[in-house]
């Protein structure tokens, strides 16, 4: 049944739990728009004003926004400013806000907050380079182009002499370093003395800087970064009420190791584990459905949840808008948008540098129901020693790459949560990374394929000559001292097989658990292989030491047999499959022998 929309006029369109934004009228996305004011005028925006009123009841004097990239974090900041500031150039955005939730909620109560207060507005995401001087010359400009924007104030009657010219050398961008280092509060203590009101602070993607100076070449300028915008920050937003309205700041994470917020007592953290406006970021399932609605696509919700929701911020499940965005207005062809925009530094760090027992857990994550168990530190992001352990999962989590059910308790970092990968969309992107990084360590994806076919081929030696191939170039990736480790390597090799779903590890079957199990897909994407050579394959792995040709032949069929003695692919075939294919492998070492076995 199809959600009924109620069209409020003035391009508002309402549903339960939703409200669909259309100044234009003409169904058009704002793909490419980050800025409120223009995606406002021109585009469908489901509305987020309630954000606004969050704001303004909390009475918060600092509010950090942690959320994942490209889940609102730019177009919430600056609604922000569009709704609160008392705009340079006189024009009200007041139009902007007619009809929407905060604009009508309560009786319009806070319709007196709009251009209201001066606001001073930063993004940081251009604020890298790949030394601290590059990034430094890169702060000094964002600064200079906001200083800009108040010029207005070389004419205010309550500046100094000596503020016009520390304010002129600011706009020019020459101002010395301990002016640019105290350039916020200066900025603020100007626009409070002409306006006679706080000034509202947002400093959207703060944590840009000290991300790329953490990943910079020759060891970065992390502590740089983070020297210059704790002090830069601190003076403006712990002022006592002196200049400062309220502040909102967003990122993807916060930066506590030696922290930016060290000496702020007075910021509030909003992560995704919070209830704390859970809302606000992303899209819940009433307001898909509204926007699928109104554009003329309700039945593509189930593609839509399958590939886009998943994500759990707070008491709140929520979908990736950008990705629901370009998934509607490219005809409903579900791909990986998001992967396409955030980069997937993360996760590739991850696999490449992953142990066995992290492998494993990765593994884990893309079978049915996989979660890994961890503790959320959301607050250690950046350790000395570098990314891992417990700190790569957090990481994993911040930028969306993994979600929990778990939100209880939001600062306790010591409790092992269940972290699991939110949707189609990501576990494509994990999927892809094993694919990579096998394909590397093996020559290539041509000899990945090979294996491939010869396994479906139900070609002995080719198998054999495969897997033993890619075990002597990887010696450096793999040490093939055990079971596990062949376990490991072949596992990873089997991600990506055309026309299969995920290879499945240790999974109870029969009367135990096979080592690994190869299923076909329902729809295979690849035309690679034709339907006949698609059976349901069954793995059974062994080792032993220093085995001889002779005896690694034997512990193969030892293999083969037990996938028959357990009862390991019993029971119904899938409807996909066509017959059933055994397989033992033997190691010893990089020496490999494979026996094979087909039925029914």
């Known amino acids: 049944m199809s959600v009924e929309l109620v069209d409020h006029g003035g391009g508002v369109w309402a549903a339960p739990g939703a409200r669909i934004i259309d100044r234009a009228g003409r169904r058009m996305l ?45 177009l919430n900041m600056t609604m922000l400013k569009a709704f609160l500031e008392t705009p340079p150039d006189g024009r009200s955005r007041a139009q902007l806000f007619e009809g929407t939730c905060v604009w009508e909620a309560e009786g319009g109560r806070y319709r007196e907050h709009q251009g209201a207060y001066p606001v001073v507005h930063l993004s940081f995401r251009a604020a890298k380079g790949d030394s601290w001087e590059q990034a430094h010359g890169a702060l000094r400009e964002l600064v200079a182009a906001e200083a800009r924007r108040h010029d207005y104030l070389l004419e205010s009657p309550s500046m100094t002499r000596d503020d016009r010219d520390r304010l002129s050398r600011l706009i020019a961008g020459t101002s010395s370093d301990p002016e640019l280092a ?42 740089e970064a983070v020297s210059f915008l704790r002090g830069w920050l601190t003076g403006a937003l712990k002022d006592g009420g002196e200049a400062l309205a309220f502040a909102c700041l967003t990122g993807v994470q916060r930066i506590s190791k030696e922290s930016v917020f060290s000496d702020l007592n007075n910021l509030v953290v909003s992560t ?87 492998l494993e857990q990765v593994y884990g994550l893309l079978e049915p129901d996989g979660v890994v168990w961890a503790p959320l530190d959301l607050g250690t992001v950046f350790p000395e020693e570098g990314l891992a352990g417990d700190a790569l999962w957090s990481m994993l ?43 590397a360590i093996s020559g290539g994806r041509a000899r990945v394929s090979r294996l491939h076919s010869a396994l479906v081929a139900g070609d002995e030696q080719g198998v054999a000559a495969a897997i033993g191939r890619i075990a002597r170039d990887s010696a450096s990736s793999f040490d093939l ?85 357990r009862g390991y692919d019993e029971g119904p075939l899938p409807p996909e499959a066509t017959g059933r294919m055994r397989w033992g492998i033997a190691f010893s070492g990089k020496r490999v022998a494979a026996a094979c076995e087909r039925v029914g």
């Open 397 to 439: 989590y911040l930028a969306g790459y993994l979600t929990t059910e778990d939100t209880a308790l939001p600062n306790d970092s010591v409790s092992l949560r269940p972290l699991r990968i939110p949707n189609r969309e990501i576990a494509r992107l994990f999927r892809g990374e094993i694919v990579e990084r096998f394909a």
């Open 30 to 74: 704002p793909i490419g728009r980050d800025g409120f004011e223009p995606a406002a005028e021109a585009s469908v925006l489901v509305d987020k004003t309630m954000l606004i009123a969050d704001v303004l009841d909390s009475g918060y004097t600092a509010t950090l926004f942690c959320r994942p990239r490209r889940f609102g974090k730019t």
């Open 182 to 223: 105290g350039s916020l509060l200066f900025l603020t203590r100007c626009l409070r003395r002409h306006h006679g009101r706080g000034v509202v602070v947002l400093l959207d993607e703060y944590d840009a800087p000290i991300m790329a100076a953490y990943s910079a070449p020759g060891g970065g300028y992390y502590r």
């Open 481 to 565: 001292v055990s079971e596990n480790s062949c376990h490991m390597l072949l596992l990873g090799l089997l991600f990506g097989m055309s026309g299969y779903s995920d290879p499945v590890s240790n999974r109870e079957r029969g009367l135990g658990r096979p080592d690994i199990r190869l299923s076909p897909e329902s729809s295979p994407t690849s035309r690679h292989l034709v339907s006949r050579l698609r059976p349901l394959v069954t793995i059974e792995l062994k080792f032993a030491r220093d085995a001889t040709d002779e005896e690694l032949a034997l512990l193969a069929r030892d293999a083969l047999g037990q996938i028959a003695e």
């Open 272 to 358: 995704a584990l919070d209830s704390l406006f859970d809302e606000r970021y992303g899209f819940t399932d009433a307001e898909v459905e509204a926007l699928s609605e109104y554009l003329g696509h309700r039945d593509r919700m189930a593609e839509l949840r399958e590939w886009y929701d998943g994500y759990r911020f707070g008491g709140t499940d929520v979908y990736n808008p950008w990705s629901v965005l370009n998934y509607l207005d490219r005809d409903c062809s579900a791909d990986v948008y998001w992967g396409n925009t955030s980069g997937n530094a993360v996760i590739g760090d991850l696999v490449r540098g992953a142990d066995e027992e992290t």
